[in-house]
């Protein structure tokens, strides 16, 4: 069973940054692709950034050169560092693997950015 658990999202003011977290329960050295996407109140969910095979990141137009998408492999994880952040990025991240053609998905965390 593929379990992904995100943490780091919380309440933080406009221009702050924060570091979002997936833990997987299961080895990605493998998983070629995996990422973040984003549901903001009303809104579809949205890719935010991923990972894509042969080693390629993808990132929405809205967060290019704010958001870096990392792996550690050693430790199952998966990481979203955002910078300047603006309150139109308020919305639910979460974490997203591809694995044997079957889409997983933790239950997301909140960020919320204050003007």
């Known amino acids: 069973q593929v379990y992904l658990v995100e943490s780091g999202g919380g309440l933080v003011q406009a221009g702050g940054s924060l570091r979002l977290s997936c833990a997987a329960s299961?080895?990605?050295?493998?998983?070629?692709?995996m990422g973040w996407y984003r549901q903001a109140p009303g809104k579809q969910r949205e890719l935010v950034a991923a990972y894509s095979g042969a080693g390629r990141t993808n990132y929405a137009d809205s967060v290019k050169g704010r958001v870096t998408i990392s792996r550690d492999n050693a430790k199952d994880t998966l990481y979203l560092q955002m910078s300047s952040l603006k309150p139109e990025d308020t919305a639910v991240y979460y974490c997203?693997?591809?694995?044997?053609?079957?889409?997983?998905w933790g239950k997301g965390t909140l960020v919320t950015v204050s003007s």
């Open positions: 299961v080895s990605i050295s493998r998983v070629n692709e």
């Open positions: 997203n693997l591809k694995l044997w053609g079957v889409d997983y």
